[in-house]
């Protein structure tokens, strides 16, 4: 027989889901706007903003119908609570990807230096990070989310040696300065949605394993052989 709260649960993954598609949706049409030097992109990106947050609003508004109707518990109760951060999490991507668009549209073009920039190369991880973070919910699956929380290393290395790259472009010239801080700015847009996306994986590796990762990667995903013991002596800290 099925509960009243799987309904409800299923309605809750349904509209994250749809959050998840039109979030990724709003970071790739971000993205195109500047590789492609499209300001009407970047504008509807801006506009779809407010559908955005409306998303934003019924995820939570279900997650406290949830709470208010029911004693969830185990898998269920972490859905919930998971569900809340992943939709904030998406909802500041959503927010950051507005901002990487008006950055754009401040830029009106690429720079001649663009190509020598890392922008491309961190676009790409960053669509990568949320496609698997999104899959990673929807299948549930721990190790697809380990496989994202793994990638925001790669994405920090070439932040950093973007800037680096940024820093010595504005040597070369004074002319160059305006312009390479607004790429600067984009690109550390790019690694906070690598942030955002981390969250979500962490989040699902939560729902699936009844595990907190945050903090603890090299405990969880560099050791083998997990101390119970040593789990309890942290818990017993607490």
């Given at each position: 027989m099925?509960?009243n709260?799987?309904?409800q649960?299923?309605?809750l993954?349904?509209?994250l889901?749809k959050m998840?598609?039109l ?7 971000a993205i195109?706007?500047?590789v492609?030097e ?5 504008n509807i990106?801006i506009?779809?903003d407010r ?10 508004k279900?997650?406290?119908?949830i709470?208010a109707?029911?004693?969830p518990?185990a898998?269920d109760?972490r859905l ?8 904030s999490n998406l909802?500041?991507?959503?927010d ?5 668009a008006?950055?754009?549209l401040r ?6 230096f663009?190509?020598r920039t890392?922008?491309i190369q ?8 949320i496609?698997n973070s999104i899959?990673?919910?929807?299948d549930?699956d ?5 496989k994202?929380?793994?990638?925001d290393?790669?994405?920090d ?7 680096q790259?940024?820093?010595d472009i ?6 160059n300065?305006?312009?390479a801080?607004l790429i600067?700015?984009m690109?550390k847009?790019?690694e906070r949605?690598g942030?955002?996306?981390t ?9 699936v394993e ?15 052989s ?13």
């Amino acid at each position: 027989m099925e509960r009243n709260i799987d309904q409800q649960l299923e309605k809750l993954k349904t509209r994250l889901i749809k959050m998840c598609s039109l979030v990724d949706e709003q970071v790739e049409f971000a993205i195109k706007s500047v590789v492609d030097e499209d300001r009407n992109l970047a504008n509807i990106v801006i506009e779809r903003d407010r559908k955005v947050d409306k998303y934003d609003l019924k995820v939570d508004k279900i997650c406290q119908k949830i709470f208010a109707l029911n004693q969830p518990v185990a898998m269920d109760l972490r859905l919930i609570m998971s569900a809340l951060n992943i939709n904030s999490n998406l909802e500041r991507m959503g927010d950051i990807a507005v901002n990487i668009a008006e950055n754009f549209l401040r830029l009106q073009q690429k720079p001649v230096f663009f190509e020598r920039t890392n922008f491309i190369q961190m676009s790409v991880t960053v669509r990568e990070m949320i496609k698997n973070s999104i899959d990673s919910f929807i299948d549930r699956d721990a190790k697809l989310a380990e496989k994202v929380i793994l990638m925001d290393s790669v994405l920090d290395k070439l932040f950093i040696e973007n800037n680096q790259i940024m820093i010595d472009i504005m040597k070369e010239s004074i002319n160059n300065i305006d312009t390479a801080v607004l790429i600067l700015d984009m690109a550390k847009e790019l690694e906070r949605i690598g942030d955002h996306a981390t969250n979500i994986a962490e989040d699902v590796f939560f729902i699936v394993e009844a595990q907190q990762v945050k903090h603890n990667y090299e405990r969880f995903f560099f050791n083998d052989s997990r101390n119970p013991e040593r789990e309890k002596e942290e818990e017993d800290e607490d």
